[in-house]
Each structure stands twice: as structure tokens, then as C-alpha cells.
Nanobody, 122 residues
């Protein structure tokens, strides 16, 4: 069973930092683009940052200069370093993999983790 498991969320004061991790597990050969999304109460899920397996990155305008996405391809893991956190960053953060290639052949598309809560009190 292939799955994504997030960790690293929590409560942090404004101006603080957190690092989220997301590991893909299972019989995996490789993972294409991985990304972090977030969903605040009453709002739609939005892209925060994404990174291809070649290392190309994309960021939402609201997090540019504060968040950094990175990955370890050997560990099928993606990270999100979040600095200068603001109350408006409060949300559930979800990890996504657009395509996971399996060792036995075939692929899994559009896999999501269960999410990790990040809370920045105002």
C-alpha cells in the first residue's frame, strides 16, 4: 500500500518557524512532482509550493521568501521549511504526489496525505 505521511505540524508563535516533512512509503520506484497544499477553515485548498523530481520549484505568492520546499529523492521525502510564520498561515497542510511509479510496474496518481495542522495564533 503506497501512502504519504506528513509530520512536523504544531502551534508556533507569529514570526516563528516550522519544518514539515512528508514521506512516501511502499514499493516505490520514483515520485514525480511533490507539493504542499493547505486548507484554512472555510476556504478552498490552495497550492503552497511544489517541486519536481529535478528540483524545479513553484511557490504561492503569499509564501515567497518565507517558505522553502526541498526533497530527498532517495528517501521519497519532501520538506517544507516555513519561516516568519503569520496567523494567516494557519491551516491544515497536505502533501501531494502527482505520480508515483511502482517497483512492480504501474503508477499511482494524485496521492494525498492526511494532513498536519499548523496553527499560528494572532
Amino acid at each position: 500500500q503506497v501512502q504519504l505521511v506528513e509530520s512536523g505540524g504544531g502551534l508556533v508563535q507569529a514570526g516563528g518557524s516550522l519544518r514539515l516533512s512528508c514521506a512516501a512509503s511502499g514499493s516505490i520506484s520514483s515520485v514525480n512532482t511533490m507539493g504542499w497544499y493547505r486548507q484554512a477553515p472555510g476556504k478552498q485548498r490552495e497550492l503552497v509550493a511544489s517541486i519536481t523530481n529535478g528540483g524545479s520549484t513553484t511557490y504561492a505568492d503569499s509564501v515567497k521568501g518565507r517558505f522553502t520546499i526541498s526533497r530527498d529523492n532517495a528517501k521519497f521525502t519532501v520538506y517544507l521549511r516555513m519561516n516568519s510564520l503569520k496567523p494567516e498561515d494557519t491551516a491544515v497542510y497536505y502533501c501531494n504526489a502527482d505520480r508515483i511509479l511502482l517497483t512492480r510496474g504501474g503508477s499511482v496518481y494524485g496521492l494525498w496525505g492526511r494532513g498536519t495542522q499548523v496553527t499560528v495564533p494572532s
